[in-house]
């Protein structure tokens, strides 16, 4: 059974800030690995999909890097805003599928403070 | 294009009534999934259903909850005589059929903003 878990489980940072948010998962069998964005009262935005043949993927000042053989991804963020400020959830598919029901970490929330 | 839709925003119940959340996916899209958001946790997945097919439904609970995604009109997700464990917030999210070699998709998948549900 896939688990997937994050670390930290929140972040306060000053504004400016590099940071790194962490998601590790069991089942390294995947196809591909999302990072949304949640914030509070609101759905999901999905910010990055790296896929299993991708090491990394960008999309202005956020990278996500996937380490399949280790579990690993990274999402990091260049020059934090307080704009994002909100909970970053990484999800992946289930095993041995690329698309059907995904499996959310806990998540990380962030709290960018200017 | 508009996104996924989902309503209502807010819904108030009390034990024992029923409750019915609509979800209308993106345009184009065929495949619809729901999760469901406990206070102070995860997403947890509840089914995936393709128009007038379920296809995955290893998340949803054994009794009450049901789901049915018609060949016209909007998913919905009924949960009869609802307790108050059934408070949470409910999310849709929709996403084209899979497609590409060997069937790998991107399956990126699009989320309403939710239904919360309060059962008094």
């Known amino acids: 059974k896939q688990e997937v878990t994050q670390i930290p489980a929140a972040l306060s940072v000053p504004e400016g800030e590099n940071l790194v948010l962490n998601c590790s998962f069991t089942?390294?069998?995947?196809?591909?690995l999302q990072w949304f964005r949640q914030d509070p009262g609101k759905g999901l935005t999905s910010l990055l999909l790296?896929?299993?043949?991708?090491r990394e993927q960008t999309s202005g000042r956020l990278n996500a890097s996937l380490d399949k053989s280790s579990g690993r991804s990274t999402l990091y963020i260049a020059a934090s805003q307080p704009g994002d400020s909100a909970t970053y959830l990484c999800?992946?598919?289930?095993?041995?599928?690329?698309?059907?029901?995904?499996?959310f970490g806990q998540g990380t929330i962030l709290t960018v403070h200017p | 294009n508009a996104g996924v839709m989902q309503n209502p925003r807010h819904l108030v119940r009390r034990r024992g009534q029923e409750a019915r959340l609509r979800c209308s996916p993106m345009?184009?899209?065929?495949?619809v999934y729901w999760y469901r958001q406990l206070p102070e946790e995860g997403l947890k997945f509840m089914v995936y259903?393709?128009?007038?097919?379920?296809?995955?439904e290893s998340g949803m609970p054994k009794e009450r909850f049901s789901a049915e995604f018609p060949k016209e009109g909007p998913s919905i997700l009924r949960i009869q005589q609802v307790v108050r464990g059934d408070s949470a917030a409910y999310f849709c999210?929709?996403?084209?059929?899979?497609?590409?070699?060997?069937?790998?998709?991107?399956?990126?998948?699009?989320f309403g903003a939710g239904t919360r549900l309060s059962v008094l």
């Open positions: 345009k184009g899209h065929s495949h």
């Open positions: 089942d390294s069998a995947i196809y591909n």
């Open positions: 259903l393709q128009k007038e097919n379920i296809i995955d």
């Open positions: 790296i896929q299993s043949s991708q």
């Open positions: 999210a929709s996403s084209p059929p899979p497609t590409g070699a060997h069937g790998v998709a991107k399956n990126i998948q699009y």
């Open positions: 999800a992946v598919p289930a095993g041995g599928t690329s698309y059907g029901k995904l499996t």
